[in-house]
């Protein structure tokens, strides 16, 4: 399918000239090192192109929600990680926008790479803010969006510094992931199964009567499942259900029915007294969860049933654990479904953040067709929504 914007292929860098990309280096961080460096590898590619054309870098993004300047969430260990990746040195600036950081990009010589501060410690980037996009822009002679992940945000470094500098194009990464995941729903291998899981039925909504339209089956489970148990009066003892959910459970229920897509719920449950690793555990022959436990994995037979399903496919896209996976106790249904869509032969595409990260947990990150990383931005893309981030960028 071919994508519909400019790249970094079609890109000319003017001599000695300067490329802003935005980045999406958003990583978990446990004592000031990268826990999981998924989303800065796989930028990798349109970094290295770019410096191969003698172009020096400057690249921006943000990471967590800081108020404000916050050394806690510096990009610092964004940038070290990267330079190990390069086996180049990174320049980390100490500020986001400013007389220094002008300085900094001024002296950068062809290839090398200078990272800006965490954009949010600048309020002007989450709102947009005009002169924040032009400081930015001001940095250099073309613009690159490589950020996937933020690109579903009208964001001063997504949104703003596009309207100030061009040419703008995508980067590498931002294309494989529009092009995969529109493929993945516009253009199907089937049978198509989505597998899908998280905590509420009104988050993905939107997902779900898309899926209804262009998929073969769709195995629920995690936490959204009970809201799908309440809608058909089964009782779910003290499961997550949010009251609005229900509703929305039982619209979805009718209009599986009269489509041609198999909607499967669990069919045996693992429950836990509390939301806790020690908590005490009972494996429930069935889906009814009694008073004072809840439920917070798929059991056995579920298991069993949807890999056989996951086996059949010739497309899969999964988002949202099957249960609690980050206690241990309650990680067997996500793990064994991680497997299932890992040792698949289909085309296999994974999205959503809190999926990326369990699947990165029992290191099967490399074992799928595409992990997509943007989470909220894959969502709304597979929704068929249009990412500010995208639309912005020059037409081919
Ligand atoms: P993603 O980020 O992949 O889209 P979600 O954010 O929708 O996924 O859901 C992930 C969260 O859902 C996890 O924090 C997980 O603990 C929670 N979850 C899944 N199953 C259950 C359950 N049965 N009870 C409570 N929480 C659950
Ligand atoms: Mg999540």
């Not at 071919?2 to 970094?8: D, L, P, V």
């Not at 200078?114 to 032009?134: F, K, Q």
């Not at 940095?139 to 690159?144: T, W």
Request: overall charge negative.
């Amino acid at each position: 399918m071919a994508f519909s914007k400019r790249t970094i292929d079609d890109l000319e860098i003017p001599e000695g000239g300067g490329v802003f990309v935005r980045v999406d280096f958003n990583v978990p961080l446990k004592d000031g090192e990268v826990t999981d460096d998924a989303r800065i590898r796989q930028t990798v590619p349109t970094i290295e192109a770019l410096r191969e054309r003698g172009a020096h870098l400057v690249l921006a993004s943000h990471l967590g929600r800081p108020d404000g300047r916050d050394p806690e969430t510096s990009m610092e260990p964004t940038s070290r990680r990267l330079g190990e990746l390069l086996g180049a040195h990174v320049h980390q600036a100490s500020e986001v926008i400013g007389p220094e950081v002008r300085r900094e990009v001024e002296r950068l010589e062809p290839g090398e790479i200078l990272m800006l501060e965490n954009l949010r410690w600048e309020s002007g980037e989450t709102d947009n803010d005009d002169e924040l996009a032009h400081e930015l822009a001001d940095l250099a002679d073309v613009y690159v969006n490589d950020a996937f992940g933020a690109s579903h945000r009208a964001h001063a470094s997504v949104y703003g510094v596009p309207q100030h500098l061009r040419p703008a194009v995508a980067g590498k990464l931002l294309e494989k992931e529009v092009t995969t995941l529109t493929e993945l729903i516009e253009d199907p291998q089937q049978p198509f199964v989505v597998v899908l899981g998280g905590a509420k039925v009104s988050d993905k909504i939107g997902l779900i009567e898309r899926f209804l339209e262009v998929a073969d089956a769709i195995l629920i489970g995690g936490a959204m499942c009970f809201s799908f148990f309440r809608a058909q009066d089964i009782p779910t003892g003290d499961s997550m259900v949010e009251e609005d959910d229900i509703e929305v459970a039982r619209r979805v229920l009718e209009k599986a029915e009269d489509s041609d897509c198999d909607l499967r719920l669990p069919v045996d449950l693992v429950a836990g007294r509390a939301f806790e690793e020690d908590t005490e555990r009972q494996e429930l022959d069935g889906v009814e969860v009694p008073d004072g436990w809840m439920g917070l994995d798929v059991g056995h037979r579920t298991v069993e049933g949807y890999r056989e399903v996951i086996e059949g496919a010739a497309q899969v896209f999964w988002n949202g654990p099957m249960g609690a996976f980050e206690l241990a106790p309650f990680a067997e249904g996500t793990r064994a479904v991680a497997e299932a869509v890992a040792e698949s032969e289909a085309k296999t595409v994974v999205g959503g953040g809190d999926s990326a990260a369990a699947l990165a947990s029992f290191g099967l990150a490399d074992s799928v067709t595409h992990l997509s990383t943007g989470g909220g931005a894959s969502l709304e893309l597979l929704e068929g929504k249009e990412l500010p981030g995208v639309e912005v960028l020059d037409d081919a």
